[in-house]
Structure formats: structure tokens, C-alpha cells
């Protein structure tokens, strides 16, 4: 197993100890397991003005997302990008998506749709 098969599968056995205690997101009908990374708010002063960071980071599974992802992770960034979403009855926007090396991760940065109104 290469390198992006190991991190692939340290996430899947994170998310199979968590088990029923994994946390989701629903996105376009269906519940999507992930792993919660940052939350915050803030706005950094950089160069310009200020710079919006993410509400709420996650890293899933493409699979995950529906077979008709696998293998096509470039198309489910696409469809995610810009998309809205719902963790622990917050709803996001993604803000911006990230393939991993190898197309079998997905890091998901979103914010609030309330900020976005």
C-alpha cells in the first residue's frame, strides 16, 4: 500500500472507532461521516485588508460522498465547492476543497451561511 493508501486508511479506521459516534455532515440528501477539524471566527489583518479564515474544516472520504465520486474527485469538488451543508445543525457554505494527493481525501473548509448573507 502506497502512501496515500495509508493515510486513507488511518482515516477509515479513525472514523470505525468512533463508530456510531462519528460525526457527519448532510450534504445534498445524504449523511457524509467525516473528521471534524478546526472551528473558528476570526479575521486576520494580511496584506490588502482582512483575511476570512474558515468556520468549520473537515476532512471525509470522497467514496463517501457517493460511488458516483469515486474516482472522479475532481467532479465532487466541484460539486461541493460553493455548496451548502449542515453540521450539528449549523449550516455552511464550502468555502474551498482540497484533494489530497492520490484523490481519496478530501479537506473541506466552510463558513457560516449566516455570514455569508
Sequence with gaps: MDYYGHHSAALA??????ATQ???ISWNGRDVPIIPGSAMRRAD?????????????FAAHVADFGAEYEGQPSQLKSDLLQSALAYLGDNYKADAVTLHPGGLIVTVDCNSLVQNA
Design 45 to 57: 489583518l494580511s496584506a490588502g485588508g482582512f483575511q476570512l479564515n474558515a468556520d468549520f474544516r
Design 13 to 18: 479506521g479513525l472514523q470505525a472507532r468512533l
Design 22 to 24: 462519528c460525526p457527519s
